[in-house]
């Protein structure tokens, strides 16, 4: 379901995005059928189809489920039992996902078969951009990509993010020439496991040839503006490697050295007295397009939780367009943003047809085709994959915005029941209800203390953002609230930070993408204030729920205008690759 063409070939390129939409109906009538006529003999789903593959016995006999109810046949997998439990090909990989169960990153299976799908679909943004952005293959990009920590299951397969397993396979290492995908930064430092090293590389070299970038870009915006928060606290030491024409001695990777040092092969004081002089200016606004002129666009994801980077993003960027060009996950790669300089805003997503069986999830449990969804509708996303998900449940919620010849086109609204997110976390309602409880049973209730009320919200003004919870306390049997002990309220921190998951703990110690967290202890009455305005602004008042995550900027202001301590974290969370126990 991947046909194969040249991706220096634009106009087979578009043709083939046309020809997948213009029929989208029957592709996923093929896509499913494949799907089960090869795995009809797993485990998985000879309990339900006895032997059946046709698509009506499926959508009655096979139940719409989430990560829980799968959760058990993919450990099986990881601790040793055959692939065939869930698909007929050999699972080759766990993919670990941004959710959590448990506490540990969820692991979604995942085949050989399964790199050519997301080659397939690399190289089909690449004509969409090119439709609208002319002269990228007169240049490069400088494009921050890392890779994350990986473990050994006790099966022997390895458990490891999306992205790292693609940029390890040979489909990235070895991948064929393509004019219009040349990057600034060597794949030696992109696969470098010192994430401090890779970003000091990758940013270097991205200076040295600063004349070839036509286009600059993360994965999320969250990780592209930690890149500029890193320049700046090293373009000291940056210029200094260009002036010398010799990288730091902390720089110890020895494939980094070596790959770096053919691009830094000579000093340049010219090029370090340019960017000590746009760097060393009072103001970086628009330090992006000062220090990359040719730049025309920058590539990060920016809808969904990534969209609260946007103001941010605009100061640094100078005006460039800000590009979302695709929709992905774990589970499979998704959608293609076929206008891709629209605003932010606007973003749309044409999901493709071939990569996926597709279903959605509407609230009163009803569940709907592909072709068969409405524009101005919510739904929720729901695949079965070529790598062993059936009819799963993602946790997207999307809005239909329209079609592009038969295939729709959705906008990303949320994760389901995720409240906080600063950069790959995603922390839901019950989780951090959980780590809350843990600090007031710990500390508070033991001191007298009560917790009468809370909320929170993801604090980006700064770089790395980092959570925010509100806390209204009293002394149990007194309205008087003592003075706060500093050190009592940094433990809660810490214990809060501890109780949260390993995707947040690794943000946090390993890839510093999180700040430490922050407790705001506000006056009594103050989440009452808080709920006369949600009523002033429409919210019932016999309904009325505290809020457990604050978005909007005039309840933040109510929130902030009665804080009477503000306390951070003063310890990293524990966190290490998590372990499978066979």
């Known amino acids: 379901m991947s046909p194969t063409y040249d991706p220096n070939d634009n106009e087979a390129g578009m043709k083939l995005l046309e020809d997948l939409t213009t029929y989208a109906y029957q592709v996923q009538q093929q896509v499913l059928a494949e799907i089960l006529t090869r795995n009809i003999h797993t485990e998985y789903l000879r309990s339900f189809l006895n032997g059946h593959s046709d698509k009506k016995t499926f959508k009655e006999k096979v ?8 959760k058990p046949y993919i450990e099986r997998i990881a601790n040793g039992e055959p692939s065939e439990i869930i698909s007929a090909q050999p699972i ?6 941004s959710g959590t ?5 969820k692991m979604m299976p995942s085949t ?11 190289n089909l943004l690449v004509p969409v951009m090119n439709k609208y952005v002319e002269g990228l293959d007169q240049g490069k990009g400088m494009y921050l990509l890392f890779i994350k920590p990986e473990i050994l299951t006790p099966s ?5 993010p999306v992205l790292t397993s693609y940029y390890k396979s040979n489909y990235f290492i070895n991948r064929p020439f393509n004019r219009f995908n040349v990057y600034t930064s060597p794949d030696e430092t992109i696969l470098c496991p010192d994430s401090k090293q890779s970003m000091y590389c990758q940013l270097l070299c991205g200076l040295v040839q600063r004349d070839e970038v036509l286009r600059a870009g993360a994965v999320f915006a969250s990780a592209f503006l930690r890149a500029i928060k890193f320049l700046e606290d090293y373009w000291i030491e940056l210029c200094s490697n260009i002036r010398a024409g010799h990288i730091s001695d902390w720089i110890t990777d020895p494939s980094c050295r070596k790959a770096v040092s053919l691009i830094l092969c000579k000093p340049c004081s010219d090029l370090a007295d340019l960017i000590e002089y746009e760097c060393g200016s009072k103001s970086w606004e628009g330090i992006i397009k000062k220090l990359w002129p040719k730049t025309k666009y920058i590539e990060v994801i920016v809808t969904g939780s990534m969209a609260q980077y946007i103001p941010t993003l605009e100061f640094y960027s100078g005006g460039l367009p ?19 300089l629209s605003k932010p805003s606007d973003v749309s997503y044409t999901l493709l047809p071939n990569m996926a069986y597709f279903e959605f999830l509407l609230a009163r449990m009803e569940i709907v085709d592909l072709v068969d969804v409405k524009p101005g509708h919510y739904y ?12 799963y449940r993602v946790g997207d919620i999307l809005m239909v915005t329209g079609f592009h010849n038969n295939a729709p086109q959705f906008r990303f609204v949320h994760r389901r029941n995720v409240v906080l997110s600063i950069d790959t976390d995603k922390t839901n309602e019950e989780d951090l209800l959980n780590a809350v409880t843990q600090a007031k049973c710990r500390l508070l209730e033991p001191l007298g203390f009560l917790l009468t009320e809370y909320t929170s919200y993801a604090d980006t003004s700064s770089i790395p953002g980092h959570y925010v919870l509100y806390w209204e306390l009293k002394m149990k049997g007194n309205n008087d609230l003592p003075e706060l002990d500093h050190s009592v309220m940094e433990r809660c921190c810490s214990i809060v930070e501890d109780s949260l998951d390993s995707v947040y703990r690794r943000c946090r110690k390993k890839d510093n993408s999180i700040g430490p967290l922050e407790i705001r202890v506000v006056k009594q009455g103050t989440f009452d204030a808080l709920m006369d305005f949600c009523v002033f602004q429409g ?3 016999n309904q009325y729920k505290t809020p457990r995550c604050i978005k909007s900027d005039e309840a933040i202001e109510i929130l902030n205008a009665r804080v009477m301590g503000r306390f951070f974290s003063k310890t990293v969370p524990f966190w290490e690759p998590f372990r499978m126990l066979a």
């Open 539 to 541: 919210s019932s008042v």
């Open 322 to 340: 800000l590009v979302s060009t695709m929709y992905a996950s774990s589970e499979c790669y998704l959608g293609i943003n076929l206008k891709p």
């Open 92 to 97: 080759t990989e766990l993919l670990t996902s």
């Open 63 to 70: 139940p719409v489920v989430d990560y829980e109810d799968v």
């Open 112 to 122: 050989a078969e399964d790199l050519d799908r997301k080659t397939f679909f690399y």
């Open 156 to 160: 022997g397969l390895m458990a490891r």
């Open 380 to 391: 929720e996303l729901v695949v079965t994959t070529f790598t062993g998900l059936y009819r």
């Open 101 to 105: 169960s448990g506490g540990q990153p």
